[in-house]
């Protein structure tokens, strides 16, 4: 009797064991970013196309926590709200991306332009303004109000970081903007997009998306 008992309580002792793995398997696997595939900007709901220019901006807001849970970073809570952007080109010439600027207007006409990467490692580590001031490149060392190397992945695989789209093809990322304090953000919110350039180095024509909430 006690070389079955033991050998029940080795049984259940492994079973809970390996219960336990399986568990932090699936929330290191859940939680690790992967950034969404992007199609053309034209099969979005929302985007906007300039035939004449070959080019087509598109957005797609990840305002729910359904879509929010690709990233293990809690942006809602601190603040931000991502958009997934997406610029395609079918022209016969490439884009230049470096000086464009994503700006969202709320239904109340407030101007928000994208956040930097420097503003949303501060809010990361709730560090303000006037706070101490890190190094470019961001500390990847554990310091007191430092953000976590995991964070700090997910933010630079997230975001938008191309600076050309070549001829017929697409580039796509994430653009965060600072709604803190804002009830509804998308409520009458139009998003804008400008400093696209041609190969002669002339500006596109401004991109404007409502968002039609």
């Not at 964070?151 to 997230?158: C, I, P, S, T, Y």
Request: aromatic content about 10%.
């Amino acid at each position: 009797m006690l070389q079955v008992g033991v050998g029940a309580k080795a049984r259940v002792r492994f079973a809970m064991l390996v219960a336990v793995v399986s568990s932090v398997a699936v929330v290191l696997v859940a939680k690790e970013f992967v950034k969404p595939a992007a199609k053309p900007a034209k099969s979005y709901l929302l985007h906007d196309e300039h035939s004449d220019e070959n080019t087509t901006a598109a957005v797609d807001p990840y305002d729910d926590a359904e879509k929010a849970q690709i990233f293990s970073v809690k942006w809602n809570e601190e603040g931000f709200l991502p958009i997934f952007l997406v610029v395609t080109n079918d022209s016969d010439q490439p884009i230049s991306l470096a000086n464009m600027q994503a700006q969202l207007i709320t239904g109340h006409h407030e101007k928000i332009p994208a956040a930097s990467n420097d503003e949303l490692y501060r809010r990361l580590a709730h560090v303000n303004a006037s706070g101490p001031k890190y190094p470019l490149p961001f500390p990847r060392t554990k310091v007191k109000g430092a953000v976590g190397k995991k964070a700090l992945e997910e933010m630079d695989a997230a975001q938008f970081s191309a600076k050309a789209v070549e001829p017929h093809s697409t580039q796509s990322g994430f653009v965060f903007f600072d709604v803190g304090g804002i009830s509804s953000p998308l409520s009458g919110a139009r998003f804008y997009l400008t400093g696209l350039r041609d190969a002669k180095g002339g500006e596109l024509l401004y991109f404007e998306i409502p968002f039609q909430k």
